[in-house]
T-cell receptor, first 116, second 112 residues
């Protein structure tokens, strides 16, 4: 497996524009996580899905943020409209269900978002 | 709610010196414990993990961590640091039915 794949790697957009970040989890993983990383706030969990269902979105900062997982192999994180304070690195991660010796969160390379 | 603390925001050590990064967790039962490393511009990579059994676990790149139940700690150690170890290190916990919770991270700088 190629691991968790995120696209794009870098995104520069103007304030007010819509931004869509994409993630392909590892095949067979039941959990998918979206994180945001900034210098000020560190690594924050935004939302996570289990079997394509959003379980906890309490970390989503505002209604401008939305996430979907239409199927087991694809998820999007959308920001509309974007603002400069949304500039950060956004990570997607996936893991298998249950807990055991193989439990591990696998991270993508991240998307560096810059809103100007 | 479970939480993870890493008391040291930034640590600087000389190359060849020993290293210990601290991690404490708060949870009713013993969760599963992890250390991840993030090199500049990269995603997070698993260093090691603890589930049960021997409280001293070995990981990649010469790292080890020791689980101490009485102190709710899972400190990461390395006997001799290399310049390539400069990175950010995250401790994480997960428990049944819960999501991964990450600590705030400790940035490690290595002096030549």
């Amino acid at each position: 497996d190629a691991g968790v794949i995120q696209s794009p790697r870098h995104e520069v957009t103007e304030m007010g524009q819509e931004v869509t970040l994409r993630c392909k989890p590892i095949s067979g993983h039941d959990y998918l996580f979206w994180y945001r990383q900034t210098m000020m706030r560190g690594l924050e969990l935004l939302i996570y899905f289990n079997n394509n269902v959003p379980i906890d979105d309490s970390g989503m900062p505002e209604d401008r943020f939305s996430a979907k997982m239409p199927n087991a192999s694809f998820s999007t994180l959308k920001i509309q409209p974007s603002e400069p304070r949304d500039s950060a690195v956004y990570f997607c991660a996936s893991s298998q269900t249950g807990l055991g010796p193989n439990t591990e969160a696998f991270f993508g390379q991240g998307t560096r978002l810059t809103v100007v | 709610a479970q939480s993870v603390t890493q008391p040291d925001i930034h640590i600087t050590v000389s190359e060849g010196a020993s290293l210990e990064l601290r991690c404490n967790y708060s949870y009713g039962a013993t969760p599963y414990l992890f250390w991840y490393v993030q090199s500049p511009g990269q995603g997070l990579q698993l260093l090691l993990k603890y589930f049960s059994g021997d409280t001293l676990v070995q990981g990649i790149k010469g790292f080890e961590a020791e689980f101490k139940r009485s102190q709710s700690s899972f400190n990461l150690r390395k006997p001799s640091v290399h310049w390539s170890d400069a990175a950010e290190y995250f401790c994480a916990v997960v428990a049944y039915g819960q999501n991964f919770v990450f600590g705030p991270g400790t940035r490690l700088s290595v002096l030549p």
